[in-house]
């Protein structure tokens, strides 16, 4: 596996200072039942990075004592951290929003078939992963058979009312390149996807996300490999677009990986680039330390893969800015 993150250090990328935190998005661990190219957690079924129940329990204790109104639930897989559940009712009791990352395949696998009933019976809202409507694009990205069960899992989702409309219950799709492009207009492609997959398999959702694939981990040494790292980089440097600055996530989210330190963002936690909080231990900064701690104002750790968010129509969790 290349390092990328030598490519991207040595950063020209205006300087931002962080907002109002109002989203909480924990890594749960890098375990995943799928192995995908643009994956950039490098995520995959033999990494035995889990989340602790301890640090779990922290998690709601920073729920409980802070402004934080939306809990963003990531991995890996995030359904297979034996916790997951009880941190989605301990969230839930509290009334905070829950969104989960979900690759679909995951309702489907043995022992995981409880699992779209229990996220319509505690109305957690699912962000889940279709790169594609077309069966081979999805297969070559994300492996053989997964885009069936993939359809397979939204339909189950339908039945449930994930996504019928007049429903509580959202069921939003996430949308990654297969290569080195950036993601067409997301307003473009949703109306495509409403109609592709109304028409093929019968489905509905919400809305479409839109995300640009970062030049880390996974996809950032699939770049190296093809040699395409710097042109990519110079695309995303290209098209940089300075409102974008205004909506990028990390102004308002606070990523937390597996072991309970956090970051900026969930990318910049795969590059292990500290928070900088200020505080004095010059390191990590864990959750732990920053109970009762206001985090507006801090300036926001930077390098080239932010040049990612802010290309063309800008790209966050949420989809295009």
Known sequence: MHDCRPLLENSDFPAIQRDVLTTLQVNLGYL??????HCHVDAGPRRTEIMSRDNVDLVIDFLQNSAVRTLDLTGGAPEMNGNFRYLVKAARALGIRVIDRCNLSIL???GYEYLAVFLAENQVEISASLPCYLGDNVDAQRGKGIFDRSIQGIQRLNQLGYGVEGNQLILNLVYNPTGTSLPPSQVTLELAYKKELQERFDIVFNQL?????????????WLISKGEF???????KDNYQVANLQGVMCRS????????YVYDCDFNQMLDLPFLSGLPNKGKTHLSELMQCNTEGLPIAIMDHCYGCTAGQGSSCGGAL
């Open 32 to 37: 995943c039942n799928q192995t995908c190219l």
């Open 230 to 236: 710097e042109p990519y980089m110079q695309k995303l």
């Open 108 to 110: 489907s696998e043995p």
């Open 209 to 221: 996300f839109t995300i640009t694939n970062m030049p880390i981990k996974r996809f950032g040494s």
């Open 253 to 260: 989210l606070l990523s937390v990986d597996w072991q309970a």
